[in-house]
């Protein structure tokens, strides 16, 4: 149940509600209320509401929505009364309907292949040939067509804000009825440097990037934007950034968390933005 209590969210949790959201990174707590439709998702490692909240607020001047024929997920920061403790955490939408399911890539393509995935694409001898069989295969076993653009744009997606959490069990379409749509691009929490106990916040922005490596082939993140962009094209349009709007937005995000974190925070995704900006549009 959900109710507003003290100028926050207030939610009570029955123990079999809890989803614990398994990544290569760790759990990151989430809940799901059926009567809002919504996801509720805590803060683990550092600043990943805010993370969510302002990446889908960028997204919104891209030409995702208006060129393609993919969609995102929306998030909004907020805090939490959660077993006694006031939380920091993102609210979105369920985007399936009661009918649909979310399937991973990862199932997906080991439920055809009758062994893991990983196993095949470890077996192939470049990059180039790994990411032709996951946007090729799963375009052919699921009539999406457009599905190798749709990886491209979430390696361009996660290359620009960093996001190193994009296994295979974070690539997804939606399955009703033994038909596929495209899922929405989600799940950027682990941008930007957010998750703090893995990227010191008293280490320089520029060293901690230099150091990333995008997933789900662990390379650098340009080389794999890179090397999806020379098969299928780019697809990712942004405007350049005005910073003086993102510090607009920023401020208020940034009221969430310590006062003493807030202007490191700030500085680290400021310093994000322009590195990752120039390797990508400039």
Known sequence: ?????????????????????TSSKGNQEKWFEKDSNKWYKLDQFGYEALTETLISILLEKSNIESDTPFTFVRYTIDKFHIRGLIRTGCI???FLQPSQSLITVNRLLTSHLGYPLAQKLKRLTSDKKRITYLAEATADYTGLTDFPRYLTLLFEIDSLFCNDDRHLNNIAVIEQSGKYSYCPIFDNAAGLLSNTQLSGMDIEPKALISVLLARPFNKTFTRQMNTARSLYNNQLVLPAPDYGEIKSIMQPLLEFYANRDRGIIYNRVIKCLKLRYKALFL
């Open 92 to 94: 979105s939408y369920n």
């Open 1 to 21: 149940m959900v109710g507003g209590e003290s100028g926050f969210m207030s939610i009570k949790l029955v123990s079999n509600e809890k989803i614990a959201e």
